[in-house]
């Protein structure tokens, strides 16, 4: 137990792995003086009858507004002076925001208990020259040709359509108009809107009812919104009004050496088959080395042994919801617009984001082990260059103890720690 000048005694409850309970009381004789601070601070706050505002004795605030109107500001007053201290005492080492809960306040003095998770404990199992199975990266005729068809649709061509209805793959022209339960609703309207039919793009079976249709033709469309669609519209009929306002096919260019000479470089369709193919397979080589080293990580992930507490994995979700909100608002989009786009229900945003953050804290710990165990070390030239190309300027005087230099340390020291797991590994 360890008495902190007088203000508050503070001791550690409860252990349990890497979680620490630590109980914080003070008398009301010392809990009193900061009652005292919490009144002066906010004096000016209340307007009591016969007195000037703010000037009115502290006794008779809390007459008017209850003894314990200044307890809770008192009580954060009290542990932001005694917690930071009292961390360094009891040599705690937290790697998250701590958990207070108030358990005892009034007359009698006051009791906070303090829950505070700390780095757990991480035990390596084997993470160098590991075995992963190795990707085919033969390249087929089949792929050859399925680059030249993209060739194609990139080189096409929409010529309009007046004699016949609309099939399935030419691109129409439309203005819609959609209603739920007999009102228009918000996103549910457009002109001029280009639409393949037989593209998915739309809800399930809106496309479809347009085929057979003509330029000028009103189509009622009906259709269900889907359950993974958006809150207000999920499960719900709709009904849309959709004026056809044109026909287009698209016509395919002919694969011959012409189109080859138009389109590249080669002068025959030979040659620009051969170097498509040493294109695709350099790009499957690549994505198999990538594979291989996702493949190594995540062996060297569960040879590891580390126990999460589900406060640390919530802890690093809010963060990682937080900053991408940022990012999505500084598009000018909100995370809701956002999902509409991305075609994610909040339920399955949530779920993707929450997995992604226990393997980044899992990584990280990794990572951070890793380190320890082979003493790896970052010189100042490759922190500093780290920094300039990361944040794209030239400056190279941080102070090493600065937060900036430490996280880019880190960073650098991970990055070495992370090539011993994947330039070591062996496909097989």
Request: with cysteine; proline share 2%.
């Amino acid at each position: 137990m360890i008495k902190m000048e007088e203000i508050m005694v503070f001791k550690v409850t409860k252990e349990e792995k890497n979680i620490k309970t630590v109980e914080y009381t003070a008398d009301y004789e010392e809990f009193n003086k900061y009652i005292d601070k919490a009144f002066k601070k906010n004096r000016n706050r209340f307007s009591i009858p016969g007195f000037r505002k703010g000037k009115a004795p502290r006794k008779i605030v809390e007459l008017n507004y209850g003894k314990e109107v200044f307890y809770e500001e008192a009580v954060d007053m009290m542990l932001d002076e005694v917690y930071p201290k009292s961390i360094v005492e009891l040599e705690l080492k937290p790697v998250i925001s701590p958990e207070f809960s108030l358990d005892e306040i009034g007359e009698e003095g006051v009791k906070v208990t303090v829950v505070v998770t700390e780095r757990p404990e991480v035990v390596l199992g084997e993470y160098k020259n590991l075995k992963v199975e190795k990707t085919d990266t033969t390249v087929t005729d089949e792929d050859v040709d399925k680059a030249l068809e993209t060739e194609r649709k990139k080189n096409s061509r929409q010529i309009s359509v007046e004699d016949r209805p609309a099939e399935m793959k030419d691109i129409l022209t439309i203005d819609f108009k959609g209603y739920v339960d007999g009102e228009a609703f918000q996103g549910g309207e457009a002109k001029g809107h280009a639409l393949e039919l037989g593209s998915g793009s739309f809800i399930p079976g809106f496309e479809e009812q347009l085929v057979g249709s003509n330029v000028g033709d009103r189509v009622e469309v009906n259709v269900t919104f889907p359950d993974n669609y958006t809150e207000e519209l999920k499960g719900k009929d709709a009904k849309f009004d959709v004026d056809i306002v044109g026909i287009k096919t698209v016509e395919l260019p002919e694969v011959d050496d012409d189109f080859i000479s138009e389109i590249s470089e080669f002068e025959t369709v030979k040659e620009y088959r051969e170097n498509k193919k040493k294109e695709i397979e350099d790009r499957k080589k690549q994505e198999a080395e990538n594979v291989a080293k996702e493949n190594a990580l995540k062996q060297a992930l569960e040879n590891m042994t580390l126990e999460l507490t589900d406060k640390m994995i919530e802890d690093r979700f809010k963060s990682n919801v937080d900053y991408m909100e940022q990012n999505i608002k500084s598009s000018g989009l909100d995370l809701q617009t956002y999902l509409q786009f991305s075609g994610m229900t909040l339920e399955q945003f949530n779920s993707v984001m929450k997995t992604n953050a226990e393997k980044e804290l899992k990584l990280d710990y990794l990572f951070e082990a890793i380190v320890e165990k082979e003493g790896i070390t970052s010189t100042r030239e490759e922190v500093i260059e780290l920094i300039k190309t990361t944040m794209n300027n030239d400056k190279d005087d941080y102070e090493e103890d600065s937060n900036i230099y430490k996280h880019f340390l880190n960073v650098s020291n991970s990055e070495k720690a992370k090539a011993l797991i994947t330039d070591t590994c062996e496909e097989e």
